[in-house]
């Protein structure tokens, strides 16, 4: 699985619009790119995902790089209940796993 | 409803003692996964399954078993070997191909004393 790499936290103001970013350089030409979320004593949640294109869903919108080396989730309007941990993933198939880093922290200040 | 189910959701034990965890789905997926999760860390993946009969290590595998004999049952044993078992611990499942969404249980915590 390719390495991601994630800021540790970012901050965002309530009903702004949130951008955060994921680096995974090492991606190969088959692995997606998965995005999930957790709340504290929970198990994450799914978000997003997508191979090369933009995606739109009715929780966020994915925006994957042309080189697909990064790729920005993007809140459009941040609310309380967004603050979470975001987790970037890239899932292969042939390795049949997925491995999560330590994925970013958001605040979401009223 | 359709999904996964772990239980229990805390446990305690003492020093020496295996654990099993348990986790079911009904989401008729033929991959399952086991994470251990310690406090403000990401996940770490301890076992993963395709299909019946059939597991892979993860990442941190010592100290842990699994078995799948049946498809919607994955259950996890924390043995004696595990230098340090407290933690929370996450079971997911999805289909196996690379775009399948992982869909994940509650947790179950435990706590050794």
């Known amino acids: 699985d390719a390495k991601t790499t994630q800021p540790n936290s970012m901050e965002s103001n309530e009903e702004e619009p949130v951008h955060l970013p994921c680096n995974h350089s090492t991606i190969s030409g088959t692995d997606y790119i998965h995005w999930y979320r957790q709340l504290p004593s929970q198990g994450p949640e799914y978000v997003i995902h997508g191979l090369t294109s933009n995606v739109n869903n009715r929780m966020a919108s994915l925006a994957i790089a042309e080189d697909r080396k990064s790729s920005t989730l993007i809140l459009h309007r941040a609310t309380l209940r967004d603050a979470a941990v975001y987790y970037c993933i890239c899932q292969n198939t042939n390795a049949g796993k997925s491995t999560f880093g330590d994925g970013t922290t958001l605040t979401v200040k009223p | 409803d359709g999904g996964i189910t772990q239980s229990p959701k805390y446990l305690f034990r003492k020093e020496g003692q295996n654990v099993t965890l348990s986790c079911e789905q009904n989401l008729n997926h033929d991959a399952m996964y086991w994470y251990r999760q310690d406090p403000g860390q990401g996940l770490r993946l301890i076992y993963y399954s395709q299909i019946v009969n059939d597991f892979q290590k993860g990442d941190i595998a010592e100290g842990y078993s699994v078995s799948r004999e049946k498809k919607e049952s994955f259950p996890l044993t924390v043995t004696s070997a595990q230098k340090n078992p407290t933690a929370f611990y996450l079971c997911?499942?999805?289909?196996?191909?690379?775009?399948?969404?992982?869909?994940f249980g509650e947790g179950s915590r435990l706590t050794v004393l």
């Open positions: 997911a499942s999805s289909r196996r191909e690379n775009t399948g969404e992982l869909f």
